[in-house]
C-alpha cells in the first residue's frame, strides 16, 4: 500500500468536499479520488447530512444533444476546455471550477441550471471515449457539442436556431398565466 504524506491526505479529503457539496454522486469520487469507500461515504454523510444517493449514473449521450441540455452542455465543455487547456488547470480542477462558473453564469443570468456535476462529469467522459465532439456552428462560429460522427459543415447550434417549441414550458406557461391573473387583477381595481 501506497503511504501518503498528511498534506497529500488532506488535499484529497478537500477535493472530496468540494465535489460533495457541488453535488458529486459516490460513482465520481471513486472514479476521481483516491480515498477509500468508507471514508467518502463518512465524509458525504458529514457534508450533506444524509446518505449518499443509491442508482445508476446517466448514461447517454444523446441527453447532452436536446436543445437546452445541448446549450448548457456547451457553455460548460467550453469552459472546462480553456480551464484544462489555457490556464493549465488539472482535470479535477477545470472540473470543479468550470461547473462552479457554469453555476455562477446560470445565477447572473437568472436561468435555471441543466447540468448537475455528475452530468458535467459524464459530458467529459463521452469526450474522452471519443462519444462525442465539439463542432463549430456556421453562424455564430461557436463550438457546440454534437455526436462524434455527425456532420461538421453548414451546421447551426440551438442557440442561434432554437426549435419553435423553445421557451414553452411550463414554467413560461405558467409565468405567463400569472400575469395575465395579475393585470385583470389590476384592471377589476
Known amino acids: 500500500m501506497l503511504k501518503r504524506?498528511?498534506?497529500e491526505d488532506a488535499q484529497e479529503v478537500f477535493r472530496a468536499i468540494a465535489l460533495i457539496e457541488l453535488g458529486a454522486r459516490m460513482q465520481v469520487l471513486e472514479s476521481e479520488l483516491t480515498l477509500s469507500r468508507d471514508r467518502m461515504i463518512r465524509l458525504y454523510r458529514e457534508v450533506k447530512g444524509v446518505s449518499?444517493?443509491?442508482?445508476?449514473?446517466p448514461f447517454s449521450a444523446d441527453w447532452y444533444m436536446t436543445w437546452l441540455a445541448n446549450i448548457h452542455a456547451?457553455?460548460?465543455?467550453?469552459t472546462y476546455l480553456f480551464l484544462k487547456n489555457?490556464?493549465?488547470?488539472?482535470?479535477?480542477?477545470?472540473?470543479?471550477?468550470?461547473?462552479?462558473l457554469y453555476l455562477?453564469?446560470?445565477r447572473h443570468s437568472e436561468t435555471e441550471p441543466v447540468l448537475d456535476l455528475t452530468r458535467a462529469w459524464t459530458l467529459v467522459r463521452f469526450f474522452d471515449a471519443n462519444?462525442?465532439?465539439?463542432t463549430?456552428?456556421?453562424r455564430c462560429t461557436g463550438k457546440f457539442v454534437a455526436h462524434k460522427h455527425d456532420l461538421q459543415h453548414n451546421v447551426v447550434c440551438g442557440a442561434c436556431q432554437p426549435p419553435?417549441?423553445?421557451g414553452k414550458t411550463k414554467k413560461a406557461a405558467a409565468a405567463r398565466q400569472e400575469a395575465i391573473e395579475a393585470a385583470q387583477v389590476a384592471e377589476a381595481a
Open 5 to 7: 504524506s498528511l498534506t
Open 52 to 57: 449518499p444517493p443509491k442508482g445508476m449514473l
Open 74 to 78: 456547451s457553455l460548460f465543455y467550453n
Open 86 to 100: 489555457e490556464a493549465r488547470c488539472s482535470h479535477l480542477d477545470a472540473l470543479t471550477k468550470g461547473y462552479r
Open 104 to 106: 455562477e453564469h446560470c
Open 131 to 134: 462519444i462525442l465532439q465539439l
Open 136 to 138: 463549430k456552428c456556421c
Open 164 to 166: 419553435s417549441r423553445a
